[in-house]
């Protein structure tokens, strides 16, 4: 495999979920949102904007929320959010009126189209942040409870939170998850019709899966991959959903 610095960061990528309890100095936090902004963004909507969280207090009920205690200690921590906010203010400076059927950026397209952007602009910033030897951890969990996160970041109409991104320098040094073999998720030209076919070489990943240990829990090795999908596709997700929430912040998926 070709390499370089850049593939390098890449390749040992790892989730960091334990700081060393410094601050990141600002120097690094401009850098870091500076990339992010320069991450693509579809139609140049720049529809998300990041909550750079500080407040200890803060912090704390969203450890709760995600009920992971490590999100309290990140010496960095954004929340990342779908923003058709600020472009409804600027519509509306053009004449626009967001309340009626002409303002189209709350239906689903650009919902979508803009949380494509808010994920890419965080992946940038970590992918920045590993460049730099700091270390980091995306935070589905603040979706836990969806309304409390944006109660306690104050997120106005038109804006939905995506995802947590928690960073700082690692007092850790988990191993390499493994990955499926490439050929298991790359396919040529079309979706290959022979599921079976796909999946032969499920067993020797299933293996790999299972030696490698998760610093959360050291005392065993993870579920085979099998196992751990067909435990979570028996999860509830019941309260988990996303049309009456969105519908609260205004947005009308269904259209
Ligand atoms: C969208 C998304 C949400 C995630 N949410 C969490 C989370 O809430 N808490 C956590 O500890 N890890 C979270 N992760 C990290 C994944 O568990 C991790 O990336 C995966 O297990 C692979 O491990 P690695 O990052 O060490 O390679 C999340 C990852 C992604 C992409």
Known sequence: MAT????????????IRKFKDEPIDDDATATLETVAQ????????NDWSAIRVSDPAIKARLAEIGNQPYIATAPLLYVFVIDEHRNAHIAQRKGIDPTS???????SYR???????????LHAMETA?????LGGVILGSLLNDIPALI????????TYPVLGLALGKPDQEPTLKPRMPRSMQFFDNTYPADDDGMLEQLPDFDNKVHQYYDL???DRPVDAFSDQIASVSRQGVSGKTLLDKAAAQGFQLDK
Do not use: C, M, W
Not at 38 to 45: D, G, I, K
Not at 101 to 107: N, S
Not at 129 to 133: F, K, M, N, P, V
């Open 216 to 218: 959360r829990q050291t």
């Open 111 to 121: 919902f979508t189209q803009a949380q494509n952007d808010a994920v890419l602009a």
């Open 4 to 15: 370089n610095a850049t593939i390098e960061t890449l390749l040992n990528r790892r989730s």
């Open 129 to 133: 942040a590993y460049s730099l030897g």
């Open 151 to 158: 109660d306690l970041l104050n997120l106005p109409e038109y």
């Open 38 to 45: 320069h991450a693509a963004s579809s139609q140049f909507l």
């Open 101 to 107: 059927d002409e303002f189209h950026l709350k239906y």
